[in-house]
């Protein structure tokens, strides 16, 4: 499945094919260079679905 990471507002990251959603109150990192070791460490504040003409778009708000 595929969804967004939402920083204040803003697409951070986007994950594709991942086997699950990360539940509220988890910690997510992400990694501006998957070949760097720069990364920031969120927690999963809420998760919001849209549907639209049957597809839907997962959206996770995190925070730092």
């Given at each position: 499945m595929d969804y967004?990471?939402?920083?204040?507002?803003?697409a951070i990251a986007t994950v594709q094919g991942a086997d699950r959603i990360p539940e509220r109150g988890e910690k997510v990192v992400v990694r501006r260079n998957p070949t760097l070791i720069d990364s920031d460490s969120y927690t999963v504040d809420s998760i919001i679905t849209f549907v639209n003409n049957s597809q839907a778009n997962i959206q996770v708000h995190v925070k730092k």
């Open positions: 967004q990471i939402i920083f204040d507002g803003d």
